[in-house]
């Protein structure tokens, strides 16, 4: 299961006169370290012996062979044990190349073809949306979208302020392509205005938490969404209209409705905001140039957005896209172009692990169309595929969501694709029914029916501690969401 839908960016630092929200997780009971360590210790062992058959099977087999599949059995397994994610997927690689047994150069020459794979493109998309991110946050370009939201929205009545509050986060994750790190950013402007109106601790984690996942999932930029587009081979008009629009309508206007229920449950418990809460922030450096900066992103970001639907760019657009953001945001705010390079480099820097994930992500597959498991799978169960019903088949890809690769929804979406795409192509499901379950089996996660870091990262931001709460809120997004595409699926397939 996933925890979190794209690699947060840069984490905005505390505020002068502020507190610094607790972003941390519960402490873990009832683990002792050495039932960690034997837990890391068996994991190990079975990386071990994984690898160990992989190599008896290269000595004994050839392509096309259904070996190839253990690669992607030991990489399922590592990962939903808990392995390191990179680590998991370098052991992955090694088991391929050890099915396949390539010589030296032919899997250095493997290696070296993955770098122009569309995956590790999506790990340097990654990287240049947290670089971008980094300019939003240093030159207050993030604070003005949220001041900008309550004030054209309103912050007068309570339901307004719910509104405004969602919006503004939506925006902000939106722009930005993160939600930990948009969160982060947004916090300290939000809660004096929510602390002031009465609302409770609670409700507030809510509206940030629904708010910010449905700015995920419309976010042109962001890893996973860009993953899904690829993916299908569709743009972001088609990614917007079919499968992110209804979800993140859906989350707004649930919002509406859960979020005054949980202020209700809530209020007089106890769970309010403090004095020092209703403290508004100092204000950030004056010597950036703000209003032009923020004038200066939105109109990129939305020509950007524009010439990509009208002209049908690919998803390889976001590389020229995003750092055209970051100079033109970063000059409309008066900064030299030696410090809008050093802000984007240190904002993607934050982001190379991923990077790195999804280079070994691209080998992975490569040398897994090498091994040809799934041409032996066809073969041998075409006829149990041509008579499942298409409907069962996509239920079944999308309920994988909450069973995926931990902490790395795009890789997840990438995985997917590249073990069930094919079959969804030979079962005659279309573009956009794909569309849908990819992002169902990605995101869907995030809203339940465990906690999860962006749960945790809301509730911290918000100074929360009732998780029931914002379990319930999920939960109360993910029944409607999942019957919507139900009916949007039994109509596409």
Same mark, same amino acid.
């Given at each position: 299961m996933s925890t979190s839908n794209d690699p947060p960016g840069p984490a905005a630092p505390a505020r002068a006169g502020t507190a610094s929200p607790d972003t941390s997780p519960p402490a873990e009971t009832g683990k002792?370290?050495?039932?960690?360590?034997?837990?890391?210790r068996l994991v190990s062992c079975a990386a071990v012996a994984g690898l160990l058959t992989s190599l008896v099977a290269g000595m004994v087999t050839s392509p096309p062979t259904l070996w190839?599949?253990?690669?992607? /059995? &030991?990489?399922?397994?590592?990962a939903l044990s808990g392995m390191n994610i990179t680590v998991a997927t370098a052991v992955a690689v090694i088991s391929a190349l050890l099915v396949l047994l390539p010589t030296p150069v032919a899997a250095a020459e493997l290696l070296g073809d993955s770098l122009g794979e569309m995956v590790t493109m999506i790990g340097l998309i990654i990287m240049?949306?947290?670089?971008?991110g980094e300019i939003l946050r240093v030159t207050g370009v993030a604070d003005t979208i949220v001041?900008? /939201? &309550?004030?054209v929205v309103g912050h007068t009545s309570r339901t307004r302020t719910i509104l405004g509050v969602m919006l503004a986060c939506l925006a902000l994750v939106a722009a930005l392509g993160t939600l930990a790190g948009a969160l982060a950013i947004a916090a300290p402007i939000l809660l004096p205005v929510v602390a002031r109106l009465g609302f409770t601790r609670s409700a507030t984690a809510a509206m940030m938490f629904i708010g910010g996942c449905a700015g995920l999932a419309i976010a042109p930029f962001a890893g996973s969404n860009v993953a899904i587009m690829s993916a299908a081979e569709v743009g972001y008009l088609p990614y917007l209209l079919y499968g992110a629009g209804p979800l993140?309508?859906?989350s707004i206007v649930a919002g509406l409705l859960i979020v005054p229920w949980i202020q209700r449950r809530t209020e007089g418990t106890g769970d309010g905001y403090d004095d020092a809460d209703v403290a508004a922030p100092e204000p950030t450096d004056a010597s950036f140039r703000r209003g032009p900066a923020t004038v200066a992103f939105v109109a990129t970001l939305l020509a950007s957005i524009v010439y990509a639907v009208a002209t049908e760019a690919g998803t390889s657009f976001p590389l020229l896209a995003l750092p055209v953001l970051a100079v033109v945001t970063g000059l409309a705010a008066g900064l030299r172009v030696s410090s809008i390079a050093r802000h984007v480099i240190q904002g993607a820097g934050t982001q190379v692990t991923m990077f790195l994930l999804f280079w070994l992500l691209a080998a992975f597959f490569l040398v897994v169309d090498e091994l040809k498991p799934f041409d032996v799978v066809l073969e041998t169960f075409s006829a149990e595929f041509g008579a499942m019903s298409p409907l069962l088949f996509v239920a079944v890809i999308a309920l994988l969501g909450w069973v995926g690769v931990p902490g790395?929804?795009?890789?997840q979406v990438v995985l997917l694709d590249e073990v069930f795409g094919g079959l969804a192509a030979s079962l005659g499901i279309g573009v956009n029914a794909w569309v849908i379950v990819l992002?169902?089996?990605s995101k869907i996660d995030t809203y339940g029916p465990f906690p999860n870091a962006n749960m945790v990262g809301a509730m911290g931001l918000a100074r929360s501690s009732n998780l029931?709460?914002?379990l319930v809120a999920g939960w109360l997004v993910l029944l409607p969401a999942a019957l919507m595409y139900a009916v949007i699926l039994f109509f596409e397939v």
């Open positions: 002792s370290p050495r039932g960690s360590v034997l837990r890391e190839g599949l253990l690669p992607i /059995v &030991l990489y399922a397994g590592l240049l949306g947290a670089g971008v001041q900008s /939201v &309550l004030r993140a309508l859906l790395a929804t795009a890789a992002l169902f089996a029931r709460s914002l």
